[in-house]
T-cell receptor, first 117, second 113 residues
């Protein structure tokens, strides 16, 4: 069965600190995608990144970076020099392909990040 | 690209009433998904449409739930005889297909009195 675990329920940091959000997944699929979404208080899920199972290169986008390690089934997300605007709930998700070539997302429970001035 | 639009944003109703939510996906997206999110949890998959065809339904979608996408554009999700446990955020997402990411709307928050 597919499963995503985000062990950190809440993280609180002071502005400009670096913070890493952990994500561990389980799947029997050989091909899959991993995602991170941000959910600010307004409620909309905002897509941040997609990574396929064959690409273990780490990725950096501005203050955001992602570390994908297939050996440990982890896809961790680091925010460098955090800002108050980063405060949100962050979800890690795993795609599960169904017959017909489409997929559904399996989400973790989320990590609530609070960045204080 | 106007994004995924959901209506209403909030719905408060008494137990036993029927409710209907609407989702307008991004115009060129042929794939549409419904998810449900309860407090403190991640979204859970409910159902999927490719164009007007409903191709997958989760076990979470009881007989009281029905979803349609009549012309392959907007979709509706109806809940009949609502129960307390139906209180949640209902999220709609769309994608252009393949392995492209799903883009989510703001959701409809349902509260059952």
């Amino acid at each position: 069965a597919q499963k995503v675990t985000q062990a950190q329920t809440e993280i609180s940091v002071v502005e400009k600190e670096d913070v890493t959000l952990d994500c561990v997944y389980e799947t029997r699929d050989t091909t899959y995608y991993l995602f991170w979404y941000k959910q600010p208080p307004s409620g909309e899920l905002v897509f941040l990144i997609r990574r396929n199972s064959f690409d273990e290169q780490n990725e950096i986008s501005g203050r955001y970076s992602w570390n994908f390690q297939k050996s440990t089934s982890s896809f961790n997300f680091t925010i460098t020099a955090s800002q108050v605007v980063d405060s949100a709930v962050y979800f890690c998700a795993l795609s599960h392909f169904l017959s017909g070539g489409y997929n559904k997302l399996i989400f973790g429970a989320g990590t609530r990040l609070a960045v204080h001035p | 690209d106007t994004g995924v639009s959901q209506d209403p944003r909030h719905k408060i109703t008494k137990r036993g009433q029927n409710v209907t939510f609407r989702c307008d996906p991004i115009s060129e997206h042929n794939r549409l998904y419904w998810y449900r999110q309860t407090l403190g949890q991640g979204p859970e998959f409910l159902t999927y449409f490719q164009n007007e065809a409903q191709l997958e339904k989760s076990r979470l979608l009881s007989d009281r739930f029905s979803a349609e996408r009549p012309k392959g554009s907007f979709s509706t999700l109806e809940i009949q005889r609502t129960e307390q446990g139906d209180s949640a955020m209902y999220l709609c997402a769309s994608s252009p297909g393949g392995n492209q990411p799903q883009h989510f709307g703001d959701g409809t928050r349902l509260s059952i009195l």
